[in-house]
């Protein structure tokens, strides 16, 4: 396994690697319309990434098994300003479900936070994502909480926080 810094060329295997992990970890969640969307909107979707890697509003890393995007995390600024103590933000971290509880979350997710220089950072979940527990674990506290729509259906989404210098769950110190 390989982990290094996503490239504008790694937007297709990014792209793949969400949806995938939106169906395995959402299923029964979102409605399946919403998750079927998903892949008719992957190819935009990808272009939007390349274009985001390309122009440095999005940083990632990538994981690579036998030469195939099986995870990535993408961070950056946080997008609403409404987080002082938090001006990072995860935007997306994804696995494939067979690369899964194996250390891979932690290595990225340790990857972004050493990039953002061990400053604050937010990350959103969806309430009922069953993986929801890795950022517990990781010693996130909740810091907010909102009401997302999927279709007609809303889902509550839970931030969790880290403030600067209080990282050391996540890189292992």
Sequence with gaps: MQIRKAEPKDAYGIARVR???W???YRGIVPTEVLLKLSSGSIEWSEKIRTALSNRE?????AIV?????GF???GDERTGDYPDHPNEIYAIYILEE???NGLGSMLLEKAVHAMHGHG???WSLELNPHRAFYEQKQGQVIDSKERLFGELSLREIAYGWT??????IVGA
């Design 19 to 21: 949806v995938n992990g």
């Design 66 to 70: 036998d030469e195939e995007i099986v």
């Design 73 to 75: 995390v993408l961070y």
């Design 58 to 62: 999005v940083s990632g890393f990538v």
């Design 121 to 123: 950072l937010i990350i």
């Design 164 to 169: 600067e210098g209080n990282h050391d769950a």
């Design 23 to 25: 169906r395995t970890t």
């Design 99 to 101: 690369h899964q509880r």
